[in-house]
């Protein structure tokens, strides 16, 4: 959750979910590129509250952005936003916003509530904050809950990663609502994307391999490469993982995992995977094509800690 959007993403055993090639866009045009399954709905730090002429209260999509920013920021805002709210509950402290190097006005904030909010609606300001802090937490609970129940994901078997400047202070509401048992909030939660890339090593190695025997006494030689710098700086041993890439028709081509049993099961099991988030599984197009793909993964030292808190 940053200034502007919550970006939300389902990981099952770790592992981020990826977009079909064809759902890949950029505006109006097909990316056809890898991109991470991640919804995004607009809300922010900068989410402005407001009371629209049905009198009805809402917060976001519209945002302050970074300028001029919520009006406790003293740029020139005057609409009330989601970090104006903070600071009216006392949860952003004002003498140590961006440990203390920027300053915070909180009777401008103050003001902005109630003159937007409050005095609109009857309310005490206290209540008018909550208010903005509740509809934003209820939002991304929606959101959160839409992305991972229709995919067939119970958000009660997962933990909830709570990244981005904003993302800790509503964490533990949704996690509540939801009943997810386990919130991590990483130690620089405003830097996380940042942080991630300098600390990811990928290396990309291809070869054929015309064998159909990927499970028997070729499988030792379809294993990723042991060494490398990625794997020297690795905490422990590197795991090597092996999936399928099956093309059916030109434009139709699937990722599977492969199975130690071999092909037939390795298909078998991905259409129990598709019964269970579809409902359904697909039908059995004659596969042309079968790619086997070895990764291996290593746990690299990072300077970014995480802390974990129930």
């Not at 049993?261 to 598709?274: F, H, K, P």
Request: charged share 25%; glycine share 12%.
């Amino acid at each position: 959750m940053g200034g502007t959007s919550a970006d939300i993403g389902v990981a099952p055993d770790g592992k981020l979910r990826m977009k079909h090639l064809l759902d890949t866009r950029i505006g109006d045009y097909h990316a056809m590129v890898p991109m991470a399954e991640v919804d995004t709905i607009g809300a922010g730090g900068g989410s402005i509250a407001s009371i629209d002429e049905g009198g009805m209260f809402r917060v976001g999509p519209r945002s302050a952005g970074a300028m001029p920013g919520p009006a406790c920021y003293n740029r020139g805002g005057t609409e009330p936003t989601s970090t104006d709210a903070m600071v009216v509950m006392g949860w952003l402290g004002a003498d140590s916003f961006l440990s203390g190097t920027m300053e915070v006005k909180p009777e401008l904030a103050t003001e902005a509530v109630k003159t937007h909010i409050a005095d609109k609606l009857g309310a005490d300001l206290e209540h008018a904050a909550m208010g903005i802090f509740q509809i934003l937490a209820h939002s991304m609970t929606e959101a959160i809950s839409l992305h991972s129940v229709r995919k067939g994901y119970d958000p009660r078997e997962f933990s909830l990663v709570a990244e981005g400047g904003a993302g800790p202070l509503y964490a533990w509401q949704i996690a509540e609502h939801l009943g997810i048992p386990r919130v991590i909030v990483p130690g620089h939660p405003g830097i996380t994307s940042v942080g991630g890339r300098p600390a990811d090593h990928r290396r990309a190695l291809r070869g054929p391999d015309d064998r159909v025997d990927v499970v028997g006494r070729t499988r030792p030689r379809l294993a990723a490469p042991r060494d490398g710098p990625a794997l020297r700086a690795g905490r422990r041993p590197a795991a090597c993982r092996r999936h399928l890439r099956s093309r059916h028709h030109p434009r139709a081509q699937r990722r599977l995992p492969l199975c130690r049993t071999g092909l037939r099961a390795s298909c078998a099991r991905t259409r129990r995977r598709d019964h269970r988030r579809m409902g359904r599984a697909r039908p059995r197009p004659p596969s042309t094509r079968c790619t086997v793909v070895p990764t291996r993964s290593v746990s690299t030292t990072s300077r970014y800690s995480w802390s974990t808190s129930a």
